[in-house]
Each structure stands twice: as C-alpha cells, then as structure tokens.
C-alpha cells in the first residue's frame, strides 16, 4: 500500500459492500447499502460530492434518517443531523483466540429469541436477517439464550466482532469474554484479522477490550442523517 493510501478500516461498510459482502450490496452510483432487514449502515465513497448525495437521498427516500457508518464530514445543507456519537475501532493485538465449548451456533430459527436479548441490552443494532452477515455464537443456560457475539463488517482481510450482549442476570461470569475469543477464533481460522467498535463513552467496554488484547486503531463516528422531506426535482 502507498503512503497516503486510505486503509480498508477507514471506510469499512464501503469495504465490505465491494468486498466479501458484496452479494448485499444495493447500489446506486458510488453510494452502496445493505438491504434495511439486513444492517442500517449505507456506505458513501471518500469523498462524497452532490451527486453521491443525491444518489443517497434516491435510495433512501424523501424524510428518511440514514446512518453513515465511519463519515466524519458535512451533510448538505436542508439535511438533519439526528444522531452524532463518537467512537472509537479497535483491532486484534494479541487475542487469546479459542473456540468455546459452551458456544452454539445460531441461526435463523434463533432470531426471535436474539432480538429480545438485544432488545434488553442494546449492544447496537440487529436486524431480522443481521444473523446473515456472519457467524454468530450464543450460550444458553437452562435452554434460555443469556449472552451472544457474531460477526458484521467484513472488509478484505477483516471482520468486525459485533452485537457482544449478555444478559443483566448472567453477568460478572466472562460470558462475553469467551465469546469473543470464540468469535475471534472463528476469524483467524479463516486467515483474517478481527476488529471492532464501541463508543468512545464506553469506558467499561474500552478496558475490556484492551485487556483481552486489542489495540486501538483509530477514532470514528457514528452519524445518522435525515434527508430532506422535499428534494430537488430530478433526484429521482
């Protein structure tokens, strides 16, 4: 890679939809989606201009609130800004990657029960085929689904750890430790490196990722923008 050269990591959702997650990608000019049952996030190029905006407001809708994932720039002017937190991506430095025992595999016939989980946790968002962007593994205690993590993003030669949730009453036992181990063991088998997000507020996930080993690589934002109800003749 050339000095200068941006990283897949810089723009990941974008990585991911030209790259192993193509087969999702909706697309229309230089802007790409997945499909909304699928993950929220929409991908601009580097460096979006009018057109790659318009492109978004076509694919979205009139009134629609977009989620930028990694975008650090400026909306145009008549778009709201309707979420802004600062984050932080962190990458694999040393994890002591090992499948779990406990572990299971989840599927699709386990989503109802992953929704209510994330619904009681809020680790981020997951969607009703989310489970599709990856591997996903759960522990379950007397039948009943307590903690879970499974991949997202998957630029080349990369894949996010996404959606670690434990259950209020099963925390304090390393739950989600293991299974990110698991998660990252599953990663490495295939020759890639893990990574993930989190906010830069949250400290407590911060000091446990760096103590299982990862490192921070860069810090980000996750945006969300709404686009105007009333759009320039032509858009579409």
């Known amino acids: 890679m050339s000095a200068g050269a941006p990283h897949v990591l810089d723009n990941p959702a974008l990585a991911s939809l030209t790259g192993p997650h193509a087969h999702f990608a909706e697309k229309r000019g230089r802007v790409l989606r997945y499909p909304v049952d699928v993950s929220p996030w929409l991908a601009l190029p580097d460096d979006p201009d009018a057109a790659d905006w318009a492109d978004v407001a076509a694919l979205a809708g009139a009134?629609?609130?977009?989620?930028?994932?990694?975008?650090?720039?400026?909306?145009?002017?008549?778009?709201?800004?309707?979420?802004?937190?600062?984050?932080?991506?962190?990458?694999?430095?040393?994890?002591?990657a090992a499948p779990d025992p406990e572990a299971v595999l989840l599927g699709p016939a386990d989503v109802p029960e992953i929704l209510d989980l994330i619904a009681r946790t809020q680790p981020g968002p997951f969607l009703r085929r989310t489970i599709e962007m990856g591997t996903y593994l759960g522990i379950r205690r007397e039948g009943a689904l307590v903690a879970m993590a499974?991949?997202?993003?998957?630029?080349?030669?990369?894949?996010?750890?996404?959606?670690?949730?434990?259950?209020?009453?099963?925390?304090?036992?390393?739950?989600?430790?293991?299974?990110?181990?698991?998660?990252?063991?599953?990663?490495?088998?295939?020759?890639?490196?893990?990574?993930?997000?989190?906010?830069?507020?949250?400290?407590?996930?911060?000091?446990?990722?760096?103590?299982?080993?990862?490192?921070?690589?860069?810090?980000?934002?996750?945006?969300?923008?709404?686009?105007?109800?009333?759009?320039?003749?032509?858009?579409?």
Do not use: M
């Open 63 to 96: 009134g629609a609130e977009v989620p930028l994932a990694g975008y650090a720039g400026q909306v145009p002017a008549g778009w709201e800004v309707t979420f802004h937190v600062e984050g932080v991506q962190f990458v694999d430095d040393g994890l002591a």
């Open 150 to 236: 499974g991949e997202r993003l998957h630029p080349p030669g990369w894949t996010e750890i996404s959606a670690v949730c434990t259950d209020p009453a099963a925390r304090g036992q390393g739950l989600a430790t293991r299974l990110i181990h698991a998660v990252a063991h599953g990663i490495r088998q295939r020759g890639e490196t893990p990574f993930l997000h989190t906010a830069a507020s949250n400290t407590h996930a911060i000091r446990l990722y760096e103590s299982l080993g990862f490192r921070l690589r860069r810090t980000t934002a996750f945006l969300a923008a709404r686009v105007p109800e009333r759009l320039p003749e032509g858009v579409f």
